[in-house]
């Protein structure tokens, strides 16, 4: 409180220290004047809290902005997901270490983190979300301007430049175009929570550490991936048994389903006679880069702010899935779709299991959830083809094999 304030405060106390006991009979005038030394006691506190300076580590700005109440509501549920983020994936800190702006309005955006160097022409926003370990928020009208332009009513952008920094945008007033897979994914509420955390995932994992991926989409062709009546059957199956490896409650039953999953994918490679083995290099590379952005929107966000999103892992594809009448559905679900959530709901195994060091061996190169599931699990060849066959005797695999047949009909 500033000194002012107290001195006010201690000659009005004194005064009414004296017409207390002068006029006070009774306990009734007792209260009265509690009462209203509470309320300027307060007048006060309130006085300073809207002279708050917020110490930016490089400035310090007197009256700084405030958030409006959607942006405080969004910022709310981000910094719920945030605060749990360790128990999801130790090390994934870009909300706090990395430039991120968010365009809130056609004309208004909240600028996080931003670089010392751009801090002198922000203007900091009052913290008040004091839930959370204390985040700097700024506005500033020459980036703000730039990325509302750059983005042009697209809902995301990861890979931003400004001035040589990368920064991550996010739009959250962007209209989404409602196909059965966005009203899917946005039935609770929660779809620009969860969309900014799974492409803030890519801006953690493909910009700044892009020396860790190659790129599958580079050796992707439409119908080079090997289907065939040995492949597509395993395809069907690992894709239904990855659904269910999201419902599982002891850990036995965690690790046979990591033991399916890694039995199917070894045989489903070992098949493989793509020219670019793209089994390995599209689906097992996709499943780390898709299914780990997928792993981090789901997971995070179904602990903490959305205990529905896991009602259906495939958001959606499953029910089309099962109503497919043409090639171009068969390469829609299993080429594209499929390796977000087999690769989500791995990694979620990883996790759960404590698969030693697994975010760490996630930042080798050369490794996907396979060989991170194969190394944690260890697993001979007869292990693995025990595992297999059991997998298929729990999923009926004679259904499998027939529906892969009308599927391989329609090329």
């Not at 309320?39 to 809207?50: D, N």
């Not at 130790?90 to 004309?107: V, Y």
Request: aromatic fraction near 16%.
């Amino acid at each position: 409180m500033a000194s002012g304030n107290i001195f006010i405060l201690v000659i009005f106390i004194n005064f009414h220290i004296n017409l207390f006991n002068d006029s006070c009979k009774n306990i009734c005038h007792m209260k009265k004047y509690l009462i209203l030394l509470l309320f300027t006691f307060l007048a006060c506190t309130t006085e300073k809290i809207e002279q708050h300076i917020i110490d930016s580590g490089e400035n310090s700005i007197e009256n700084p902005e405030r958030l409006t109440p959607e942006e405080f509501e969004y910022m709310t549920y981000l910094l719920t997901v945030e605060s749990e983020m360790s128990t999801f994936w130790n090390g994934f800190n870009s909300i706090r270490d990395e430039p991120i702006f968010i365009q809130t309005g056609d004309d208004e955006g909240i600028f996080i983190n931003p670089p010392n160097s751009m801090r002198d022409n922000s203007r900091a926003i009052l913290n008040e979300l004091t839930d959370f370990e204390t985040l700097y928020l700024y506005r500033n009208d020459e980036i703000k301007t730039f990325i509302i332009e750059e983005l042009n009513g697209s809902l995301y952008d990861f890979q931003l430049e400004y001035e040589g920094i990368p920064i991550y945008a996010y739009n959250i007033t962007e209209l989404i175009d409602f196909n059965f897979y966005h009203l899917y994914k946005n039935r609770d509420g929660f779809y620009n929570v969860s969309v900014f955390l799974h492409e803030l995932f890519h801006f953690y994992s493909l910009v700044l550490n892009e020396e860790l991926f190659v790129d599958e989409d580079s050796i992707y062709v439409s119908n080079e991936f090997p289907y065939n009546e040995d492949t597509l059957p395993l395809i069907l199956l690992l894709y239904d048994v990855m659904i269910d490896a999201y419902h599982l409650d002891t850990t036995i039953q965690k690790t046979n389903y990591l033991k399916y999953y890694v039995s199917i994918q070894h045989k489903l490679n070992s098949l493989d006679t793509s020219e670019n083995n793209l089994v390995r290099n599209y689906l097992f590379v996709r499943e780390k880069t898709e299914g780990a952005a997928r792993y981090i929107e789901v997971f995070s966000t179904l602990y903490t702010i959305n205990n529905n999103t896991i009602e259906d892992p495939t958001h959606g594809f499953k029910e089309y899935s099962e109503n497919i009448t043409d090639w171009w559905g068969v390469l829609d679900v299993y080429d594209f779709r499929m390796p977000y959530h087999t690769g989500a709901g791995a990694i979620n195994l990883l996790n759960e299991l404590d698969c030693p060091n697994w975010e760490e061996k996630f930042l080798i190169p050369e490794n996907t959830p396979f060989d991170i599931a194969y190394d944690c699990l260890n697993m001979n060849d007869s292990q693995l083809d025990i595992f297999l066959e059991e997998v298929k005797s729990l999923y009926d695999w004679d259904a499998l094999v027939e529906r892969s047949e009308f599927l391989l009909s329609l090329q």
